[in-house]
């Protein structure tokens, strides 16, 4: 247990569903990250949220849209997917960027597959 | 940005260790090197981190050079369950965290019996 936990685990859709992950960081951590991992891929960062406050957005596709309510909570809503968004979207939160050395821990992944 | 390269794969057999070396040609003063471990469908898992020099913990060690252009994580006596990806980043997190968060294509490491 890294004090890191996704939901759902799995989680098929098709392509015109609206769907959301959840993540949630037990850990007291300020920074919050989503990343995408396809298979065979490395993993791409997608969103950084630093004190709830969205500081990078890797050229994601409008079809996902990330929410952070509070330093605790990050949510990442689907809208409209293609079957190539199928992948493991890990969420990982850390202390603070700006402190060093900073170290990201992270959640065990929801498996999401778009039919 | 520091750019990282790993070897792909290795094999290796339990009770060795094994050796996986980062080279990172362009490293800046301020860059710190981490290392992390990830296991099929699941998040990476943080395993050591240095500046300069040895670093060592209960999981591993790493090895340093004087001029930093490289660094090699040291597994003691690998397990059946060492078998992962291995990644190495280096950035510097005080002023490009996005640095430290390009994790490039890992080091598959497979441990037989």
């Known amino acids: 247990e890294t004090g890191v936990t996704q939901t759902p685990r799995h989680l098929v859709m098709g392509m015109t569903n609206k769907k959301s992950l959840k993540c949630e960081q037990h850990?007291?951590?300020?920074?919050m990250y989503w990343y995408k991992q396809s298979a065979k891929k490395p993993l791409e960062l997608m969103f950084v949220?630093?004190?709830?406050?969205?500081?990078e957005n890797n050229s994601v596709p409008s079809r996902f849209s990330p929410e952070c309510p509070n330093s605790s909570h990050l949510f990442l809503h689907l809208h409209t997917l293609q079957p190539e968004d199928s992948a493991l979207y890990l969420c990982?939160?850390?202390?603070?960027?700006?402190?060093?050395?900073?170290?990201?821990?992270f959640g065990p992944g929801t498996r999401l597959t778009v039919l | 940005l520091a750019k990282t390269t790993q070897p792909i794969s290795m094999d290796s057999y339990e009770g060795q260790e094994v050796n996986i070396t980062c080279s990172h040609n362009?490293?800046?003063?301020?860059?710190?090197i981490t290392w992390y471990q990830q296991f099929p469908s699941q998040g990476p898992r943080f395993i050591i981190q240095?500046?300069?020099t040895k670093v060592t913990n209960e999981v591993a060690s790493l090895f340093i050079p004087a001029d930093r252009k490289s660094s090699t994580l040291s597994l003691p006596r690998v397990s059946l369950s060492d078998t992962a990806v291995y990644y190495c980043?280096?950035?510097?997190?005080?002023?490009?965290?996005?640095?430290?968060?390009?994790f490039g294509g890992g080091t598959r490491l497979m441990v037989k019996p």
């Open positions: 990982a939160s850390s202390q603070d960027p700006a402190v060093t050395p900073d170290t990201q821990y």
């Open positions: 850990l007291g951590h300020n920074a």
């Open positions: 949220y630093n004190f709830k406050e969205q500081t």
């Open positions: 362009n490293i800046a003063t301020n860059d710190y």
């Open positions: 240095g500046y300069k």
């Open positions: 980043l280096v950035g510097d997190p005080f002023n490009n965290a996005g640095n430290m968060l390009t």
